[in-house]
C-alpha cells in the first residue's frame, strides 16, 4: 500500500480538549444527582487509560475535584471515557467508527433503562454523551477487575457470570418491552442497524476471504478434490446466509442482544467472581435478535472448539436457568414469550452457522500471536489499515505458518465450519 493511500486526520489536537469546564460540571451534576447530592466542580484532569487497548475507540480517565453543599474537603470522583480514535487513517475509517461510537451512546441510553428491571449488576451507567465520545461509571471503581492480559481462553466457571449477565440483559429488555408497550428493534432501528456483518463492510469481508483461504489448506481437504471445489465455489454461497442471520428472526423472540461478550469486554467482580454477575462492557455491536446470538458468540470466543464440545450443555443449562429466573422474577412467563426450552434449543440449532463462522472471522483479528495487530497500529499505521480493511489473507497464512498454535486454532474454528458445510453436505 503505497503512502498516498494512507492519509491520516486529526479530529483534535490531544487529549486536554477532550472536555470544556461547562461540560465537566455537567457530568459533576448527573454523578452526584445519582447519590442526591449536590456540589461545585474544583478541576478536572484527563489521563489516558492505559489498561485499555482497542482498535475501535481511545479510552481516558476523567477525574472529577469537587467539593459537596457545605462541606470543606476536596473529593475526587473517576469516570472513564470512550471517544472515537483521533488520528485515523482516512476520513472514511474516521466516519465508521464515530459511526459506532454514536451508536454505543444511543444505546446507553436505553441500558439506563434496563438496568432498572434487575437488582443485578451487569453494566454500568452513563452521564453524558457527546456525538464523538461518551462518559460513564469506572467500572475497576464498582469492584471489578478484568481479566489478566494473558488470559487467551475461559473456563467453565468463568463462563457461568458472563452468561447470566447475558441472560439479565435479555430478560430486561422483554421486561421493558411489556412494560413500555413498545418493540425495541423498532424503537431503535436506526440506533441497531448491523455494523459488523454485512457484504459492504471491508473488516467482515477480508477476515471472510482469509478464512476461505484457510480452509482450502486445512490438512483434512487439501488434497480433496472435492471439497477444493466446494470451498471455491459453494462454501461462498453457503456462508451469504449469516447476512440474513444477523438482522431480527421472523420465527424466534427477539431481545436486546450485547454480540460482543469475549473476554476483553467482561469484568468480575473483585470480592464474588463466581457469585456475582460479570459487567459486560462495550455496546457498539449490540443487535435485536433471539438470545441465541449472544450464546453462540459467548461460547465461540471464549472456549477452544475442543472445550465448547464438552462444556455446551451446562453452559445451556446455565444460560437457560438464569434467563427464566429473571423473567419470572419480573413477572413473565418464558413459555408465553417463544423462550420455551425447546424453542430455544431451536434457536440454537437455526443460528449455529452463525457463530462457527463469525469466530473464524474474529480469529483472524483476536487470536493473533505476539500483539501482532496492536504492534501494526503502532508501528506501521498504514499497515494496520491494510490488515483490518483492505486485505490480511497474506499475513493470515504466513502467521500460521510461523507460529504453530495459532494455525492449530485456525484450523479447528474452520474444521467446525467444514463440519456445518462441506461435511454436512457429504
Not at 475507540?57 to 472529577?64: K, M, R, S, V
Not at 488470559?151 to 430478560?171: D, V, Y
Not at 449455529?352 to 493473533?368: E, K, M, S
Not at 490488515?387 to 497464512?397: A, K
Request: net charge negative.
Amino acid at each position: 500500500m503505497s503512502k498516498d493511500q494512507y492519509n491520516p486526520i486529526l479530529s483534535r489536537k490531544n487529549r486536554t480538549e477532550l472536555f470544556t469546564t461547562e461540560e465537566c460540571k455537567e457530568i459533576l451534576s448527573n454523578l452526584l444527582a445519582d447519590k442526591n447530592e449536590q456540589g461545585f466542580l474544583v478541576n478536572f484532569d484527563i489521563v489516558p487509560a492505559t489498561e485499555h487497548v482497542g482498535f475501535l475507540g481511545e479510552y481516558y480517565h476523567l477525574q472529577l475535584r469537587y467539593q459537596l453543599k457545605d462541606q470543606k474537603d476536596v473529593q475526587t470522583s473517576r469516570l472513564f471515557v470512550k471517544s472515537v480514535i483521533f488520528q485515523n487513517a482516512d476520513m472514511k475509517f474516521y466516519m465508521e467508527k464515530i459511526g459506532l461510537v454514536k451508536k454505543e451512546i444511543k444505546l446507553y441510553e436505553l441500558l439506563n433503562k434496563l438496568k432498572k428491571f434487575s437488582p443485578h449488576v451487569w453494566c454500568a451507567k452513563c452521564y453524558f454523551t457527546r456525538k464523538d465520545l461518551f462518559v460513564m461509571q469506572n467500572v475497576e471503581d464498582m469492584g471489578y477487575v478484568a481479566l489478566p492480559s494473558e488470559t487467551r481462553f475461559l473456563s467453565e466457571n468463568q463462563m457461568g457470570p458472563i452468561l447470566k449477565s447475558l441472560a439479565t440483559l435479555h430478560a430486561s429488555s422483554i421486561a421493558y418491552e411489556k412494560q413500555e408497550g413498545k418493540t425495541i428493534g423498532v424503537e431503535l432501528r436506526e440506533w441497531l442497524k448491523e455494523v459488523s456483518v454485512d457484504p459492504d463492510i471491508e473488516w467482515y469481508t477480508t477476515g471472510l476471504r482469509a478464512v476461505l483461504a484457510v480452509a482450502a489448506t486445512h490438512p483434512d481437504v487439501l488434497d480433496n478434490a472435492n471439497a477444493q471445489e466446494f470451498i471455491a465455489t459453494q462454501l461462498p454461497r453457503f456462508l451469504d446466509k449469516v447476512y440474513y442471520m444477523v438482522n431480527p428472526s421472523p420465527v424466534h423472540r427477539n431481545v436486546f442482544v450485547h454480540r460482543d461478550a469475549w473476554g476483553a469486554n467482561v469484568f468480575y467482580h473483585r470480592e464474588q467472581p463466581q457469585e456475582k454477575r460479570s459487567v459486560l462492557v462495550d455496546f457498539q455491536l449490540c443487535r435485536y435478535a433471539p438470545p441465541a446470538m449472544d450464546f453462540h458468540l459467548v461460547s465461540y470466543l471464549n472456549l477452544e472448539p475442543s472445550n465448547r464440545k464438552q462444556m455446551i450443555e451446562s453452559l445451556t443449562q446455565t444460560y437457560y436457568t438464569a434467563l427464566t429466573e429473571e423473567l419470572r422474577d419480573m413477572g413473565i412467563d418464558p413459555n408465553q414469550e417463544q423462550l420455551s426450552r425447546q424453542e430455544f434449543e431451536q434457536s440454537l440449532k437455526d443460528f449455529a452457522l452463525f457463530g462457527v463462522t463469525y469466530n473464524c472471522i474474529a480469529a483472524t483479528i483476536l487470536r493473533l500471536p505476539d500483539n501482532y495487530l496492536k504492534n501494526l497500529k503502532d508501528e506501521r499505521p498504514e499497515d494496520f489499515h491494510r490488515f483490518c480493511n483492505v486485505d490480511r489473507t497474506e499475513d493470515v497464512l504466513r502467521l500460521m505458518k510461523e507460529h504453530s498454535e495459532f494455525a492449530h486454532y485456525m484450523y479447528e474454528c474452520v474444521g467446525d465450519l467444514l463440519a456445518l458445510t462441506y461435511h454436512k453436505q457429504n
